[in-house]
């Protein structure tokens, strides 16, 4: 089912209401307040009235918001009722550090090889996942019904390996190199930029001193 009619901006807000309720749920706390919300997560209670009313109103007057309820309409939203296969290119310092970082599993992305070029890594393995070398690449993609690819390469490295990746049913990269891949329509990337968050956080140190 495609969720057309709601807004990128309503969408980069799920990820927090996804993490906030599930801490919710794990304290046991079934219903909230959209106020009691607002204290919580940073938004107001209008923007999270706003927001929720996209998606069905979960709330009632005199209740709140049925948490159990809202978790699971905003997992289903964000697609996690179910598991991906996902891949990791780049076996350097930042491909193991996702590759330990064990969330991303517990989320329903499974993990199944990390690829690198560089013949140091054959046999290697970070947290039991096995690090392969990239000549069976879309083989693996295939047989493995993987459908997302990281890239955690150098920046030379990841226009190689976005092409490369097109080559196969991927339709979703996660792209931690510092360029911006050149890739057909069909195919999302989301962009992670460390240092662009960095430079943001330091331009507002300055602001403030
Ligand atoms: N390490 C960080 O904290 C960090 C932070 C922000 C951004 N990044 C970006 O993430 C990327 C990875 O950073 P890193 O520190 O892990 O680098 P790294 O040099 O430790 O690892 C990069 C790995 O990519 C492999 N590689 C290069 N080209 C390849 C290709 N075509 N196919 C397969 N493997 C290939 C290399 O052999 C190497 O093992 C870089 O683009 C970097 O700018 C890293």
């Known amino acids: 089912m495609k969720d057309k009619n709601i807004s990128v ?7 927090k209401y996804h993490r906030y309720l599930k ?7 079934r219903r909230i307040s959209s106020k009691e919300l607002s204290k ?43 598991n991906y296969n996902v891949v990791i ?6 491909g193991q550090a ?6 991303f599993g517990r989320l329903g992305f499974d993990l199944k090889a990390i690829f690198d070029i560089n013949p140091k890594f054959r046999g290697f393995k970070v947290n039991d996942v ?22 955690c390469t150098s920046r030379n490295g990841a226009q190689d390996v976005a092409d490369r990746v097109q080559k196969t049913k ?31 956080l330091s331009y507002f140190l300055k602001e403030n001193q």
């Open 130 to 151: 096995d690090v392969l070398d990239m000549d069976n690449f879309e083989t693996f993609i295939e047989e493995n019904a993987v459908e997302i690819v990281y890239i």
């Open 23 to 29: 801490e919710l749920l794990d304290r046991d706390i």
């Open 170 to 200: 991927v339709k979703a990269i996660w792209n931690f190199a510092p360029i911006d891949l050149k890739v057909n329509e069909d195919v999302i990337v989301e962009n992670v930029h460390l240092i662009d968050n960095l430079l943001t």
């Open 98 to 103: 996702l590759a330990n970082y064990t969330s």
């Open 9 to 15: 901006a309503v969408i980069r807000r799920l990820p």
């Open 40 to 82: 919580i997560i940073g938004f107001t209670a209008s923007q999270i009235r706003q927001d929720l009313n996209n998606f069905g109103g979960f709330g009632q007057q005199g209740y709140g918001y049925n948490v159990e309820d809202l978790y699971q309409e905003i997992s289903k939203i964000l697609g996690l009722t179910r």
């Open 89 to 94: 290119v780049g076996a350097g310092n930042l």
